[in-house]
């Protein structure tokens, strides 16, 4: 019988069960807190115990309606972003651009061997800009005859969409959905410090392409080594490149449409930087990007509305997340007992040196994510404990965002997570011999995460 974990409702909702059961027995307390440059900050060493508030059965059927109210902000912004980019995708422009260099692959040693280092970094700045993760899942079907056509094998197929736009996700520097939120949540600028994270996604970019193009290679060169070699075989012999010839090229409208894409994430990144734009503005932003793109595009009024309206429903899942996380948040402040857990967690994250703190912050987020999977569900419901929990054990708070976000590195390798097993399943791909494929690079990010982590305790980050 296999072991299967509820979904992330049932998580979430049993969460707040357990909360509310919390508040009957955990003692309230609360630590004094000072003003420093326009922030609450724990007082360390100051904790003491308050007045008991337990939270019974109406507070808990109630948390989810006022966790709507109080993250009502955060859920428009996901639902307003979320409608703006699937208008961008109903233009086609960024499907165009993917057939138009794998048409090319055919007619120059040069694309050839750009292949790989071209879409992984196109499909990481999915991930890490607006978010790319499931939209990825079909883009497997196109790359894995491409990767054949190649000498590759299927795993590599598999891995430049999926495990590029998932590492772009967990090292985003611009991407709305987890390090928007997160920022947001934990009283920092929203995105703040994106020259470092830049950084990260571009090493762990480049750390992904590299793994791949030695992997590709050596396939090329003995085929046989590939745990798929027998399915590539029989692929290979019913491949049919025609789809990628077929394809005429990238019209002036979806460059056009491209260009207003590229436009708007630079007027976000002056807009931050120099007029300290936060979520109002952004989401103004991406709306005027929606409309700007179905004019661009040429899309009817009803198809570009329709879009929107899409794909701000395709997200009313992650919105009910954050409100189940955010109602986790207001029992535990209800009852009073957010102190008593920071003071408890403190001594287990606390270390020598606030370097070994933001590792512990890591790996705690890396076991988190094995069981919630949304970002933005993931930054509502941990933030409001790991930023406070920061402050008391030195650790900055743009570095207990980036801990939050690179627990996602994991997701490649998880049972529980629906994108990998859709991915794998669409593939043809056994989850065991695929998790086997990735260990070595599942290594690397580990190496990587915990180095990148220390960086910002020396410079000051």
Not at 33 to 50: D, M, N, P, R
Not at 386 to 408: C, I, K, S, W, Y
Request: glycine residues 10%; positive net charge.
């Amino acid at each position: 019988m296999k072991l299967r974990l509820p979904n992330t409702y049932v998580l979430l909702f049993a969460l707040l069960a357990l909360i509310a059961l919390m508040t009957w027995v955990v003692p309230a307390g609360r630590f004094d807190t000072q003003l420093v440059e326009g922030k609450k900050i724990i007082v360390a060493g100051s904790y003491h115990v308050v007045e008991s508030k337990p939270q019974g059965l109406v507070a808990l059927l109630t948390s989810p309606i006022r966790g709507f109210v109080e993250a009502a902000q955060i859920i428009g912004f996901v639902l307003i972003v979320g409608g703006a980019f699937a208008v961008l995708q109903k233009t086609e422009a960024i499907d165009s651009l993917i057939k138009s260099v794998a048409k090319a692959h055919s007619r120059s040693p040069l694309v050839r061997a750009a292949v790989i280092p071209v879409f992984v970094t196109l499909f990481s700045l999915g991930g890490a800009t607006f978010g790319m993760a499931e939209e990825a899942i079909p883009f497997v079907l196109i790359f894995i005859p491409l990767a054949l056509a190649l000498r590759y094998d299927t795993l590599t197929g598999v891995a430049i969409p999926f495990v590029g736009s998932q590492v772009g996700f967990a090292t985003a520097f611009l991407n709305p959905f987890n390090v928007g939120v997160a920022q947001g949540i934990a009283g920092v600028p929203m995105f703040s410090g994106i020259g470092f994270r830049a950084l990260c996604w571009a090493i762990a970019t480049g750390l992904t392409i590299g793994f791949l193009v030695w992997w590709a290679r050596r396939v090329q060169r003995a085929p046989q080594l590939s745990p798929t070699y027998e399915m590539d075989q029989e692929r290979r012999r019913t491949l049919d490149l025609a789809s990628f010839e077929q394809f005429s090229g990238m019209s002036v409208r979806h460059q056009a449409v491209l260009a207003l894409f590229v436009l708007t994430l630079g007027a976000m990144i002056v807009g931050v930087v120099r007029y300290g734009w936060y979520i109002d503005e952004i989401a103004a932003l991406f709306f005027a990007m929606a409309i700007g793109v179905a004019l661009v595009g040429r899309l009817a009024t009803d198809e570009w509305i329709g879009a929107f309206v899409q794909g701000a429903k395709d997200l009313v899942g992650t919105a009910l997340v954050i409100a189940l996380a955010k109602g986790t948040v207001i029992l535990m402040r209800e009852g009073q007992i957010i102190d008593t857990l920071l003071n408890a967690l403190a001594p287990l994250v606390e270390s020598s040196s606030p370097v070994f703190s933001a590792h512990k912050m890591f790996a705690i987020q890396s076991v988190i994510n094995f069981f919630i999977h949304s970002g933005t569900g993931q930054a509502a419901l941990t933030m409001p404990i790991m930023a406070p929990l920061a402050d008391l054990v030195g650790v900055t708070r743009q570095t207990a965002v980036l801990a939050f976000q690179f627990g996602e590195l994991t997701t490649p390798i998880i049972p529980t997570s629906g994108i990998t097993v859709g991915v794998l399943a669409l593939a043809g791909v056994p989850f065991g011999r695929w998790v086997r494929w990735m260990l070595p690079l599942q290594g690397l990010y580990l190496v990587m995460a915990l180095v990148l982590l220390a960086i910002p305790h020396w410079i000051g980050w």
